[in-house]
């Protein structure tokens, strides 16, 4: 599975931007996907993942009523709305793919076996 990430940018605070995450190759109905960020200096945080069904999704609390992950498997492609963008959310975000992953390790980035090359956003204050 190759990952392409897309929709990343500069955004005042406030703003919004939608994500996404176009899968080529296999279709994405058989994995759990998960976006992640990283900023400079800093480790590769988890932001949210939503289960191969799409009926349960899980967020990391700063993003919580602000972000929204989604999925379209017709179109092998997962999204992340983000609402209420502010300067802390500055980061490059990564779009990944994984297999048989257990709910308790979705927040691990090493639980995922493919990833996006990743889309810069920029909030600006």
């Known amino acids: 599975v190759q990952l392409q990430a897309s929709g990343g940018g500069l955004v005042q605070a406030g703003g919004s931007l939608r994500l996404s995450c176009a899968a080529s190759?296999?279709?994405?109905?058989?994995?759990?996907l998960g976006w992640f960020r990283q900023s400079p200096g800093k480790e590769r945080e988890f932001v949210a993942a939503i289960a191969r069904s799409g009926g349960a999704t899980y967020y990391t609390d700063s993003v919580k009523g602000r972000f929204t992950i989604s999925r379209d498997n017709a179109k092998k492609t997962v999204y992340l709305q983000m609402n209420r963008l502010e300067p802390e959310d500055t980061a490059v975000y990564y779009c990944a793919a994984g297999a048989r992953i257990i709910t308790s390790s979705l927040g691990i980035p090493t639980s995922y076996h493919y990833w996006g090359q990743g889309t810069l956003v920029t909030v600006s204050s």
């Open positions: 190759g296999r279709t994405l109905s058989g994995y759990a």
